[in-house]
């Protein structure tokens, strides 16, 4: 990441968020999206790799994070900036627009056959696909992961681990519960998809 | 969406007159076969043309009386034919099958009417599901129930719809519970006297469990058990209900239920005299416990974990219409591996409860592990049949095969344990405390039994379950409920370098000896049917679909699936021939292959 470039992001999300609240000042969901694509992009890749695909992924999933960044359950300075004046239906709206865009494809490199083998072996530990499912596409409220930033995942399960992320204390057991060469492999195995 | 063939349409398509048709479609024993009748639901055990009810019967004995394909012409079972879905995913579908329609659902709670002679698609329902789907071990459907000329499902997202039968078209639909509460459904309703029950997924979840019954032509609500009392502390237990010793710390459960009932500065903020809203049938007390607080004193904060204290019902409540009692079982406690937020008995989780059909009402309870930090719930449905007491006599009893490994037998009068049968698979360091590190118990959290049903032979006096042995750790880990998303308190983890396995295990029931087992290479889940050909069937994670003699375990016919076969078969016949059918596509919890298949099988 380059701090030209999150400076970008940062100040873009932190202006728009900081004028009006984006339920006031928007109209249309075009308009109320716009701020998320300062950082999750135009076009759903991501202006950073440690930020996440939205695009495409489970509309139920994006609301609780939403909701959760509201509440403050889950944080990050610019998303509990941007959330603290959504309303539910603004997040519900929102939720579903993402959803229903396609997902962007990163290219990123698949796994090794030993990250794979190693992958596998922690999903029989702790049946990580017993909630993202087959292929790890994710339902409902249960994210897609398949396809997703390196870089985010890996932070992701490494604040899972260390419970900065406290929003789902399940993932964090499992986090704790998985050695952390597994954890790496699993998350080259997922970018990989 | 293909659309709705009528029964003279599809005997047209055959060439064959309508009159005769409809006469050979209408050769059953009971009812109007244009509907499903309350004479026929009551009847299910001996009808053997229809299977109507998710476990065969009311009683849920997965007895079919059919012995058309028996042991003498089992080898020759082959395919008739086999109806791929458009879902694949996990499918544990109980097909139900009305005159020559087969009811099928899958993942995602969707529907497909079937021609039970030929396989062909006579409707699909999708579900128009909300954001929010909530699940513990996978989006799964396990069926639909039928009543009168409607189909009824649980949807993902905690609605329960009502179908027109020969359309798909959807009548009515109602909201059973909040999903963003964390509650869900999987399991298969029952209907029974115009009276739609229906438990709740979400013991994973911080809910509040409950059984509900709703009205089966409007969809409105008769009466709600919540399946966790506001007083559900019990009798401090030190035991389960089989002796063990929990190494529960009672001392420590009682000083934290002490310091939750002191009001902190927030709870002065209460309204004084709010009543739960949920609490609309209170269990009367009974001999094991004490009687639940019906006051309507504002309680602390802290005190009110009655409400995220899980117990969901998985699968279906039996039926007795004669003393018009229903008999289910209640799930584990939440989170599932930590008990410090939870202290006392955690009454009525992992127990076999009976309620009054009619009103809802508290008749008798058995809990099998109180305070349970194992998340070794109880999820078979329990079963209705005939059994011997402790002097011999045949009383009314009831059967459920537990996560433990073992199948318990009670006196249906009152819900007591009669006896329990020997350990179906390995049991070692039972009941040792998770540690943050994780230790090692066996059975692993899937069991022994999970939600798999048993079957029964009532004349052979066996019950025959499909269990796993699953090696595990439990680790524990203290978090608040994180509003609708998994609360487990910890991890369970299958310890890679220990094998597992499986089995298929008959029980004598008036005894509790083991008659027969039948190893498995794979941990078993999905379900067995027992047939009056001296027959089980059974499936398995590998894609093997089995028949074994009831009487020796004997293997006797296998077919491989091409997806793993976890769900529970049905049989029925069409135009006097016997089918076999069941579900190919894998499951989500064990991870086995994923495939779409329906398979029926007969024999020429």
Redesign the interface.
Same mark, same amino acid.
């Given at each position: 990441m380059t701090v030209r470039r999150l400076g970008t992001c940062l100040s873009a999300a932190l202006l728009v968020s900081a004028v009006l609240p984006v339920s006031v000042r928007a109209d249309t969901i075009d308009e109320k999206a716009a701020v998320c694509s300062s950082c999750h992009g135009e076009k759903g890749v991501p202006t950073e790799k440690n930020i996440p695909i939205i695009w495409g992924q489970q509309? &139920?999933y994006l609301? %609780?994070q939403l909701?959760?960044f509201k509440k403050g359950?889950r944080k990050n300075e610019i998303m509990n900036g941007i959330a603290e004046s959504l309303e539910k239906d603004d997040m519900?709206e929102l939720?579903?627009y993402f959803?229903a865009k396609s997902w962007p494809n990163l290219d990123q490199a698949s796994a090794s056959d030993a990250d794979v083998a190693a992958a596998k @072996?922690a999903? !029989?530990?702790? &049946?990580c !696909?017993?909630?993202h499912?087959?292929h790890f596409q994710g #339902? &409902? @409220?249960v994210p897609r992961l398949s396809g997703q930033s390196h870089e985010y995942l890996t932070k992701t399960l490494a604040e899972f681990r260390s419970g900065e992320r406290?929003?789902?204390? &399940?993932m #964090? !057991? %499992?986090a704790?519960?998985t050695p952390e060469p597994d954890l790496k492999a699993m998350e080259a195995y997922l970018a990989g998809l | 969406m293909k659309k709705l063939v009528t029964a003279l349409l599809c005997s047209a398509a055959l060439g064959m007159p309508a009159v005769q048709a409809q006469e050979i479609k209408s050769a059953t024993k009971f009812g109007d076969m244009s509907t499903v009748s309350q004479d026929m639901l009551n009847r299910a055990a001996t009808d053997s043309q229809n299977f109507l009810q998710t476990n065969g019967d009311y009683a849920q004995q997965r007895f079919y009386p059919n012995r058309q394909i028996n042991t003498t012409n089992v080898s020759k079972l082959r395919p008739a034919w086999i109806f791929q879905t458009e879902v694949k995913e996990s499918l544990e579908t109980s097909p139900i099958v009305v005159n020559g329609t087969m009811f099928v659902t899958t993942s995602f709670s969707q529907v497909y009417a079937l021609n039970a002679r030929t396989g062909e698609e006579l409707w699909h329902y999708v579900p128009k599901m909300g954001p929010i789907t909530t699940f513990c071990c996978g989006p799964n459907n396990r069926g639909v129930a039928v009543s009168d000329n409607m189909v009824y499902l649980g949807t993902l997202d905690s609605q329960l719809v009502a179908l027109d039968a020969r359309s798909g078209k959807v009548m009515w639909k109602t909201e059973i519970a909040d999903p963003e509460e964390g509650y869900s459904e999987t399991m298969a309703p029952t209907v029974v006297d115009n009276k739609v029950l229906i438990g709740t997924n979400g013991g994973e979840y911080g809910i509040r469990g409950f059984m509900k019954a709703f009205d089966a032509k409007t969809g409105k609500l008769i009466w709600t058990f919540n399946t966790v009392p506001e007083n559900s502390v019990g009798v401090w237990a030190e035991k389960d209900a089989t002796g063990k010793d929990l190494h529960r710390d009672i001392a420590a459960e009682k000083a934290t239920l002490a310091a939750m009932m002191q009001p902190a500065p927030g709870d002065q903020k209460q309204k004084s005299g709010a009543v739960d809203p949920a609490a609309k049938v209170v269990p009367v007390a009974d001999k094991t416990g004490p009687a639940p607080s019906t006051s309507a004193a504002p309680q602390p904060k802290a005190a009110q974990f009655y409400k995220t204290l899980g117990g969901g019902i998985w699968q279906n409540p039996a039926v007795d219409l004669e003393s018009r009692r229903i008999y289910f079982v209640v799930g584990n406690p939440s989170p599932d591996l930590d008990g410090s937020q939870r202290p006392g008995d955690n009454l009525y989780t992992d127990s076999l409860v009976s309620l009054d059909l009619d009103t809802g009402k508290y008749v008798c309870h058995l809990q099998y592990i109180p305070h349970d930090v194992w998340d070794f719930d109880a999820v078979s449905p329990p079963v209705i049949t005939k059994v011997a007491d402790k002097d011999g006599k045949p009383i009314k009893g009831v059967l459920h095969a537990g996560k433990t490994g073992y199948v318990y037998v009670h006196d249906a009068k009152d819900c007591s344990l009669v006896r329990y049968s020997e350990p179906m698979v390995p049991q070692e360091n039972m009941w040792t405390l998770p540690t943050k590190e994780g230790v090692r118990m066996l059975p692993g959290a899937n069991g022994g039994v999970e939600w798999s049903p048993l079957a029964t032979d009532p004349n052979r006096g066996l019950a025959y379950a499909i269990n796993l042995h699953q090696p595990m750790t439990y680790q524990v880990q203290n978090s608040a409920y994180p509003d609708g998303k998994l609360w487990l308190g910890g991890a369970f983890k299958v310890i890679p370098s220990e094998e597992q396995w499986g089995n298929i295990t008959a029980v004598d029931y008036n005894t509790g000896k083991i008659r027969w087992q039948v190893k498995t290479p794979q941990p078993m889940i999905g379900g067995i049917l027992a047939t009056a050909g001296g027959l089980v069937f059974a499936g398995e994670g590998n894609g093997l679909f089995k028949a074994y003699d009831s009487e020796s375990g004997s293997p006797l016919w296998s077919f491989q699936a091409g997806a793993g076969v976890n769900a529970p078969p049905s049989s029925y016949s069409v135009e006097g021939k016997q089918y076999i059918v069941v579900g190919a596509g894998g499951n989500t919890q064990l991870d086995y292959k994923r495939g779409n298949s329906i398979i029926a099988f007969t024999v020429d």
């Open positions: 509309e &139920g609301y %609780l909701r959760d359950a519900k939720a579903a959803a @072996t999903n !029989s530990a702790v &049946g !696909s017993a909630c499912l087959d #339902t &409902g @409220t406290a929003n789902n204390p &399940g #964090t !057991s %499992l704790q519960a | -």
